[in-house]
């Protein structure tokens, strides 16, 4: 391939890839939650926590909460690690605050990290909430690829039907803020 070649193939590509051309459209308010399965944690706490029998796997679906806010993260992504105390304290309120407690949970799955990387995510910023991996990209492919930090925050409805009430890009400006907007938009305030 000449020079001339070479140029356009990489003028291509940035086209492409800047267009929209080669990404998928991450899951956003208003759309249901597609079906995603996860493994059902092995410590008790966590599966209480979610409200989950001791099944093989479970849906994100099935967590018996008002809310459910599904974090999607990296282990490597600095945006994740630098996002990780706001999580951590986003957790604390909610199990401080007698509108959100037992009423909203949080997850959070590893994209391209596998359960060895998560747990030790987990472990590094002492995540109190259960985290998951999704080694091969399979959740990820499912809410449309978006890039990490994801917040997808999922209001479930009486009856069985659920909506996306808000979804995120990137960390939050404050737990506390966050946290209100969340308990206005789905209701529970």
């Known amino acids: 391939m ?12 940035a ?3 800047t267009s929209g051309i080669a990404s998928a459209t991450p899951v956003k308010a208003g ?9 059902t944690p092995e410590a008790t706490s966590q599966q209480e926590y979610l409200g989950l029998s001791d099944s093989d796997s479970f849906k994100v ?17 600095p945006h994740c690690n630098h996002a990780a105390p706001s999580v951590n304290k986003l957790y604390e309120l909610i199990e401080s605050k007698p509108e959100s407690k037992g009423k909203v949970k949080v997850i959070g799955i590893g994209v391209g990290n596998d359960s060895y990387e998560v747990a030790f995510f ?14 091969e990209y399979l959740v990820h492919e ?11 925050c999922v209001k479930m409805n009486q ?9 995120q890009a990137g960390d939050f400006e404050s737990a506390d803020k966050f946290l209100d907007m969340l308990l206005v938009k789905s209701g529970l305030k």
């Open 2 to 13: 000449g020079k001339k070649g070479m140029i356009a193939l990489v003028v291509f590509c």
């Open 15 to 17: 086209c492409a890839l």
């Open 31 to 39: 759309e249901a939650l597609p079906e995603i399965n996860l493994a």
């Open 61 to 77: 679906t099935d967590i018996k909460a008002d809310l459910v806010i599904v974090e999607i993260f990296g282990v490597t992504c």
């Open 122 to 135: 987990q472990k590094k910023h002492k995540v109190p909430f259960p985290l998951f991996d999704d080694e």
């Open 142 to 152: 499912q809410i449309g690829e978006p890039g990490t930090p994801y917040f997808i």
């Open 159 to 167: 009856g069985g039907s659920h909506e996306i009430i808000h979804a």
